[in-house]
Structures are given as structure tokens and as C-alpha cells.
């Protein structure tokens, strides 16, 4: 192992090898970005979802409470309902 030192010589450094590394190393840093930019729109579909179906059951236990008071109202005999077959 080479120690570099302020007045030391680096003629020895490889470019090409140093090159390499440089691409590789912007390669993986484009890619991680790539990777995070996909989790982050997967999380938004998901949390999209998410909120579409609290936003159904909401309107279903709506609709069953209006069913509901509309069979209410229906029997004749308000605030009851019999519903024993």
C-alpha cells in the first residue's frame, strides 16, 4: 500500500483504472437515485390506494345507515326496526 504524501510522486496512478472507478461510482449513484425516485412513486400509489379505500368504506357504512333509516321509516314504527325472520 502507497501512502500519497503532499510532495509525492503519483505518476503511478492508473488513469484508466481511476477513470473506471469514477464511472462505476456515478453509475451506482444514478442507479440508487433511479431506485428511490420508483420507492417513492410506489409509496404514493400506495398510500393513493390506501386513502381510496378508506374513502369506499366511508361510503358504505354511509349508505348502510341510510338503508338503514330508510327501512326505519319504512316499518312505520320509528327508531325500531324487526328484523327477526
Known sequence: MKVLLPDAD?????TLTLGS???AFK???TATQI????AARL???????????VEMLDEAA???ERATAEMIA????PGT?????
Open 10 to 14: 503519483i505518476s503511478y496512478v492508473d
Open 21 to 23: 472507478a469514477i464511472v
Open 27 to 29: 453509475d451506482a449513484q
Open 35 to 38: 431506485q428511490y425516485a420508483v
Open 43 to 53: 409509496m404514493s400509489a400506495a398510500r393513493a390506494q390506501g386513502q381510496a379505500v
Open 62 to 64: 354511509e349508505g348502510f
Open 74 to 77: 319504512a316499518s312505520g314504527t
Open 81 to 85: 326496526l324487526d328484523i327477526y325472520a
